[in-house]
């Protein structure tokens, strides 16, 4: 290996130890950034190997969790030239051995509850309620049926409660006794007969005595089974009936069973049955089609409605969501003056209505909304507003009494992550960004909140401990790409660094609390499962080594970390670099050089792990080999910078960001002999929009790009997504033109290659259709595209992949290589 270290230092922080429960210690220190380590001879690298079926990489673990006792974990691992996964067991020591099929259902108790005295395990598998005695590690299966069960939870009596379709039961472990405990149901109540309404209807019931009787015997009838449902003690609870133009959003049941919290909305026919997307190579050769989701202009969700069910009495109370703080407040109030600014009469502000909620669901993480407490008939719920500029943390007692506990607001949108929240005995903790980063904050349900862990950091992956005594989560307070463990101390608030591995590390906590497995990767190292003592008294034991020698055998690259100083922001930009072989910073004649920008818009790509873009990292290793300086660019709107890089883009997407790449590549003429007149773009998704944004905007800023599964017009987009940042195009339509591509194509005067899944229903194929045809008729002549008619936004075959990545390299090597 030679290493370079190109940029000699950057500042970092650091929050290992706090001294204050309320706000980190974040002392700047002078930290070598992460170096690069290029490999000294060329090592053959082909586009055919790198872009082959990822098995030839190996079988990484997938689905990781500790066996119940903690004596060992399992993990999915895909099967050799096979489509599915096969369970592995693996012993602290390394040792694994395959779990056979009839004893699959011992292992999987990872996504259940243990109940209050640590003696018991409900768990799911295959549906079905399992129940495991942690003192001998019997099982016991307690349904069998085809109709799945979910939602295991031990209630305060010891029999433990679950979800079957919309019926909620309790089960007696020991004895086997079922009990329904509600029964909520999509259709509308039943009523007595109707009356006779109008003449002709009274005259027959007056002249014809066939019809008074049957009417009669009608109510009698209604009216018995009323009285037995209300009078019979082995009768089952009276359904609750949500009515037959409603969708149930969520339920869940309290600790007691007593209490039933309903989240549900009014079924509204989707304008996403009116899209549909072909299918040109299907199995009889004939077109088929598939609906798709609806696009952010076509989307109106009904507004959330909210119910506790007192499922003994059979009350029902609809909550009171308007005593929210902000639900009166008018959000769109400057991006309405904006758009009449700058559209005068032209723009028509849609009709200001009610604020709607919905519940909030965290993209990153799955979690419910809704939790009860798991001793007392009290729950708490997380409600987003529809325009995406509120969320709030509520309580809800056994009334219906709703009180907010924790409101946070966002002038631009709140983020879609970073939203874990849960019981701390009788408090709550939460994640928020009200101090502009991803802090962990406590809270009693009457009194002051507390910062548990603050600072310039984003804490994630919350945990708490068995006794409660600590919070581990996953933060990165010494740099933005490294990622490591932490625990906090819930009364004092001291935080203890528990992992220092210098890459990427996400972890689960062991059932007794006291070890972790660890997933851990590096810039050049696939994840790999680790084990460490919960304390952080020993070092990381590395258990698995699935990586296959022919992978190892060839010298990867470990990119240069750097932070550019921004023109446009008091933050840096940080990038990865990858050099060529023998690279000479002072040699005469320049390099040319690619920048990549990932996908996804809020994604982190500039870290010290294993990239999700593997194959790309392959790629931009076989350019370095052929001379190319890369760079790998996390812009303004990227994850792990804060809010205030994440919200940069708001209104105006593709503008901060292009901004950011020419910051690169101004850094790159400056600092790593590139000629600035010699640099490719290319990148998919955003990656792709950004693309476009640039050869459309900044003409001169590269010499050719490649937009894949590009997004052309945020009007097509989906809702979730593009209304966080650019509002609805009906109440914003001015922020949609400045931000879709579409709308500034004139401005392409060099080569674009543009490639597009045709079975795409994320970024449908149209997007690309529409911009072609708009080239087509700008009379702009220096583009292709090529189509890809199986796939979709996702690559899945590897001769797609080899085909994609063939132009890209034949598009950088025709227009940034010097002629010969």
């Not at 009838?221 to 003690?233: A, E, G, H, T, V």
């Amino acid at each position: 290996m030679i290493r370079y270290s190109i940029v000699a230092s950057i500042v970092m922080l650091t929050a290992c130890a706090q001294t204050s429960p309320d706000v980190a210690s974040t002392a700047p220190t002078t930290t070598p950034v992460i170096s690069a380590s290029v490999p000294s001879q060329p090592q053959g690298l082909t586009l055919q190997q790198i872009m082959a079926d990822p098995e030839w990489i190996g079988y990484q673990p997938y689905a990781s969790h500790w066996h119940w006792d903690g004596s060992a974990v399992y993990y999915d691992q895909k099967v050799k030239d096979q489509v599915y996964y096969q369970r592995v067991k693996l012993d602290l020591q390394g040792n694994t051995e395959v779990v056979p099929i009839e004893q699959r259902y011992l292992t999987d108790m990872e996504d259940g509850e243990t109940s209050a005295d640590g003696k018991w395990r409900a768990y799911i598998f295959r549906g079905n309620l399992m129940l495991t005695n942690l003192s001998s590690g019997d099982v016991k299966q307690l349904t069998r049926n085809s109709d799945e069960v979910s939602q295991p939870h031990f209630m305060t009596d010891g029999r433990i409660s679950y979800r079957q379709d919309n019926q909620f039961f309790a089960i007696n472990p020991h004895s086997g006794e079922r009990t329904q405990l509600a029964d909520v149901r999509l259709e509308n109540s039943p009523k007595p007969p109707a009356q006779p309404e109008g003449f002709v209807s009274q005259e027959q019931h007056d002249l014809i005595q066939w019809v008074a009787d049957n009417h009669k015997r009608a109510e009698q009838r209604f009216d018995n089974k009323q009285q037995w449902l209300q009078q019979d003690p082995s009768a089952a609870p009276e359904p609750i009936y949500l009515g037959d133009d409603h969708e149930l959003l969520a339920a869940h049941l309290s600790a007691s069973g007593r209490y039933l919290l309903l989240a549900y909305a009014e079924d509204r026919v989707s304008r996403a049955d009116s899209d549909i997307m072909p299918n040109y190579i299907t199995f009889d050769g004939t077109i088929e089609t598939q609906s798709v989701r609806a696009r952010v202009g076509d989307d109106d969700p009904a507004p959330l409605q909210l119910m506790m069910v007192d499922t003994q009495t059979g009350a029902m109370t609809i909550l009171d969501m308007s005593v929210l703080p902000g639900m009166k407040d008018d959000v769109f109030k400057a991006v309405r003056a904006a758009n009449e600014k700058a559209y005068g009469s032209a723009y028509e502000a849609p009709e200001q209505q009610p604020r709607k909620l919905q519940l909030m669901e965290d993209w990153g993480l799955s979690h419910p909304s809704i939790i009860w407490h798991p001793e007392q008939d009290t729950a708490l719920l997380m409600v987003e507003a529809v325009d995406n500029k509120d969320r709030w943390i509520a309580s809800v007692n056994s009334s219906g009494i709703v009180q907010s506990q924790h409101r946070l607001h966002d002038d631009a949108w709140v983020n879609y992550d970073f939203n874990e929240f849960g019981w701390l005995g009788e408090q709550i903790y939460y994640l928020s960004e009200q101090m502009g980063y991803s802090n962990l904050y406590v809270k009693s349900l009457q009194g002051k909140t507390r910062r548990l862990v603050g600072g310039t950091q984003e804490v994630q992956s919350l945990t708490v401990s068995p006794d409660g005594a600590y919070i581990y989560y996953v933060s990165n307070p010494t740099h933005p790409g490294v990622y490591d463990i932490y625990r906090v101390a819930t009364s004092s608030g001291e935080i203890t660094q528990l992992t220092d591995l210098k890459g990427m590390t996400s972890y689960q906590l062991s059932p007794n609390g006291k070890q972790l497995l660890l997933t851990h990767s590096t810039m050049t190292k696939p994840p790999e499962l680790f084990v460490a003592p919960a304390d952080g008294s020993d070092q990381a034991k590395q258990l698995s080594n699935t990586v296959k020698t022919e992978f190892q055998a060839i010298d990867w690259q470990q990119a240069e970390i750097v932070a550019m100083p921004s023109a446009h922001d008091d933050q840096p930009v940080y990038a990865k670099i990858f050099y060529p072989q023998g690279y000479d910073a002072d040699q005469a004649t320049k390099y040319p050089a690619v920048m990549f920008v990932h996908g996804a818009g809020y994604l982190q790509n500039v870290h010290a792990g294993w990239s999700g873009y593997f194959r790309e990292y392959m790629f931009h290793n076989l350019l370095a080999e052929q001379g190319y300086v890369v760079m790998d660019i996390d812009y303004r709107g990227s994850q792990g910078y804060g809010r205030d890089v994440r919200t940069a883009i708001y209104r105006n997407m593709g503008h901060p960001e292009v901004e950011d790449m020419a910051t690169g590549v101004e850094w790159l003429a400056q600092n790593a002999n590139v000629d600035a007149q010699r640099v490719g773009v290319y990148g998919g998704s955003y990656g792709g929009f950004l693309t476009f944004m640039a050869l459309f905007r900044e003409p001169d800023l590269y010499a050719a790009g490649a937009a894949l599964r590009p997004v052309t017009d945020w009007a097509h987009y989906n809702a979730p997504y593009t209304s966080n940042i650019l509002n609805t195009p009906q109440m914003d339509p001015q922020a949609y033109r400045v931000s879709s591509p579409i709308y500034h194509a004139e401005g392409l005067n060099k080569p674009l290659l543009i490639n597009a899944p045709m079975l795409d229903n994320n970024v449908f194929f149209q997007d690309v259709v529409r911009l072609v045809q708009r080239l087509i008729e700008l009379e702009k002549d220096d583009f292709e595209t090529a189509i890809f008619p199986v796939e979709p936004h996702s690559f899945k075959e590897p001769s797609s992949w080899l085909d994609e990545y063939k132009r890209i390299h034949k598009l950088f090597e025709t227009h940034l290589k010097p002629a010969k």
